[in-house]
């Protein structure tokens, strides 16, 4: 027998299955009951961020030092996919506090860390993330926001687009050209600018196909002035702290991914056991009974997955970014799959509102784009691939 306790129980600890069942209560009591409202009036689920707030799952990735509860990259995951299990919109909270706050976390001054972690612990403030632009989504390095030295300080003028949380957020990471003529990618530098700096906008909510509860709208910056203390990391490194945040943060995407496909298969095993056609329950049927099998076989493939990325991205592997990116890849085409799935398990019933799963399979969608597209993890795994 071996002593390695990694090998032998290779499984979750103790600790994080405690964890999943505290975030499944809070979940199930107090951000299901909103889900469909959240997601019928496009308006944030402020009942599932207090809930979250109350229960200190809002930003759990956040240090002791900063008044967080310092969870592991494992934990942080289950935080997110129990509560995207019942709302996909609220499991963005701390998803996208995460993905926010992981460049200073990876690249800021301590001054920076000890201003801007503690609020967003605390939960009195979010952090967004404000990378892509209208004309720079895939192609992060063609982007035009400008931040321009001046004096002690910077002037931003640009845009950035379909930035989640934006608006109910009060801080944000946000990237822009400091050298105009420097070389492509390594001319950006980042910045965390507040919601309350002069001469910073939002553009109007976009109107979406799912997640509607999780604001999307454009950052806008028209001569904003900001301190010169506010760069994270060191001029030109922008672009690389930003796609190192995303290795780590592909993998709250891919666990948002695995929580609404767990959300709909849930739903669906209790359906076809209630619904009859032909005299029996449909779970009678073998054809149903292949299909769910074939559902919880790639959940349960792109949970494992998943978890083993998270598990590299706390112990900051070297082959993170491969992991991160086919773990959000393969999870998100699972979850697009088993949604729709579950619609079809469903039929006519499936298709109306008046059950969830049409809103998990329009919620699953958006994991196979945002945080790279699905096309762009392929192009991050083959580099990976390439290089040893
Ligand atoms: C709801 C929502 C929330 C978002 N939240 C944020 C956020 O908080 N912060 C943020 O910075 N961004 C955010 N985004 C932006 C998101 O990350 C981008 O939309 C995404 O990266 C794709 O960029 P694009 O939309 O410009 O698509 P494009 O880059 O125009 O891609 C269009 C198509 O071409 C494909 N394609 C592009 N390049 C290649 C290539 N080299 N090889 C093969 N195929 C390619 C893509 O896969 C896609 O299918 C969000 C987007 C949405 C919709």
């Known amino acids: ?22 975030v499944r209560a809070v979940a199930e009591d107090k951000i299901a009951p909103h889900a469909a409202e959240a997601d019928e009036t496009a308006s944030f689920p402020q009942a599932g961020y207090d809930a979250l707030v109350a229960s200190d799952f809002h930003a759990p990735h956040i240090g002791q030092e900063y008044g967080g509860v310092g969870a592991d990259a494992l934990a942080t995951c289950i935080v997110i996919e129990e509560v995207a299990r019942v709302c996909a919109s609220s499991s963005l909270i701390p998803a996208v506090n995460k993905l926010g706050t992981m460049p200073l976390i990876l690249a800021a001054s301590d001054e920076i860390k000890a201003k801007y972690l503690p609020p967003v612990a605390a939960g009195e403030s979010m952090f967004a993330y404000g990378l892509s632009e209208r004309e720079a989504g895939s192609d992060t390095a063609s982007m035009r926001c400008r931040a321009r030295a001046d004096g002690d300080g910077w002037v931003l003028n640009g845009q950035k687009s379909w930035i989640t949380n934006a ?19 390594r001319n950006v530098s980042a910045f965390v600018v507040e919601k309350a700096d002069a001469g910073f906008t939002f553009g109007d909510p976009e109107r979406k196909m799912g997640i509607k509860g999780s604001p999307t709208r454009e950052l806008i910056f028209q001569g904003c002035r900001i301190p010169g203390d506010r760069m994270v990391g060191a001029p030109g490194e922008g672009l690389k702290i930003a796609l ?57 493939a792109a949970r494992q997955m998943v ?64 945080e790279g597209t699905n096309q762009i993890q392929r192009i991050v795994m083959a580099r990976q691939l390439l290089k040893a």
Do not use: W
């Open 1 to 22: 027998m071996s002593n390695n306790k990694g090998f032998d129980f290779f499984r979750t600890s103790e600790d994080h299955e405690e964890l999943r069942a505290a």
């Open 167 to 185: 608006g109910v957020s009060d801080f944000y990471t946000v990237l822009a050209v400091t050298d105009p003529d420097g070389k492509r990618g």
């Open 244 to 300: 190192a945040t995303l290795d780590h943060t592909r993998v709250t995407i891919g666990a948002q991914a695995v929580g609404i496909a767990q959300g709909a298969l849930d739903f669906a095993l209790g359906y076809v056991k209630e619904r009859s056609q032909f005299g029996k329950h449909i779970s009678e049927f073998q054809g149903i009974q292949f299909m769910l099998a074939d559902m919880a076989m790639k959940l349960e």
């Open 307 to 370: 978890y083993v990325a998270a598990a590299k991205s706390e112990r900051g592997d070297g082959d993170l970014s491969f992991f991160g990116a086919a773990a959000k890849c393969f999870a998100s085409d699972v979850a697009m799959a088993v949604t729709t799935d579950a619609v079809q398990l469903l039929g006519g019933a499936g298709y109306v509102k008046d059950y969830p799963v049409e809103r998990m399979m329009r919620d699953a969608k958006i994991t196979q784009i945002y």
